[in-house]
């Protein structure tokens, strides 16, 4: 019975999370701009946090070091005190301040008393980005 639950963690959970993780990657509008492959690698490199009720995320004008995917829970988006709108599983986050080094444009807090989140620290982000860029240019 246990190999069987790992085969299906293997096989049906771990897929299915790395499509949710990587369609929210695809919908944001400004990680769609990067290549398929940089953006597969690094659904491949992210591992899952939890975050409980009230809990901050980010913290807007502080530096951010992460790229995050909300997989389940709910979550707020607050901005000078104010709320902006909240994020719903298959949102990706936090792309700002890794993709243009600025400081974190808002507030985002669990909503709900577990929120899944999956995270790809900012040295991954850049190896991924470079080890692909590398690897292309010995092509020509
Ligand atoms: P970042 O600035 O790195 O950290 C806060 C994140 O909140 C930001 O990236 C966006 O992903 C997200 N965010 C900022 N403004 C809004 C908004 N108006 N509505 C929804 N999400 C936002």
């Known amino acids: 019975l246990y190999l069987s639950m790992c085969l299906l963690y293997l096989f049906v959970c771990v897929p299915s999370t790395k499509r949710l993780i990587n369609a929210a990657m695809v919908k944001n509008d400004f990680l769609k701009k990067l ?48 709320l902006l709108g909240e994020m719903r599983p298959g949102t990706a986050f936090g792309e700002l301040a890794i993709l243009y080094n600025c400081k974190r444009t808002a507030t985002v807090k669990a ?20 080890r692909t860029t590398k690897a292309r240019h010995e092509e020509y």
């Open 35 to 82: 290549e398929p492959q940089h953006l597969r690698d690094m659904v491949d490199c992210m591992y899952p946090r939890k975050y409980t009720q009230g809990q901050l995320v980010i913290q807007e004008g502080e530096p951010g070091n992460y790229l995050y995917v909300l997989a389940e829970g709910l979550l707020e988006v607050i901005q000078n005190g104010k």
């Open 111 to 130: 909503a709900v008393s577990c929120a899944l989140i999956w995270a790809l620290d900012r040295q991954t982000f850049q190896s991924i980005m470079m």
